[in-house]
């Protein structure tokens, strides 16, 4: 188990991650369905984000903005 959690770090929700960002739940969701934020699915409907996904759509979104 200790394997699956360093592999997966720290997920979170789509709200923690609406609220991280400061954007509505729906944008979230959008970008979660169009793959713009990287996550997963569990149980069909619960959306999961990992750290390190969540960081690279940042860092991707910083390098965008600065252009």
Wanted: proline share 0%; hydrophobic share 40%; glycine share 8%.
């Amino acid at each position: 188990m200790e394997d699956m959690k360093s592999f997966l770090g720290r997920l979170y929700s789509a709200d923690e991650v609406a609220k991280l960002l400061n954007i509505d739940m729906n944008t979230c969701y959008k970008w979660l369905g169009e793959g713009r934020i990287k996550g997963m699915k569990l149980a069909g409907a619960l959306w999961r984000i990992r750290d390190a996904d969540l960081r690279a759509f940042v860092e991707q979104s910083i390098k965008e903005g600065s252009r």
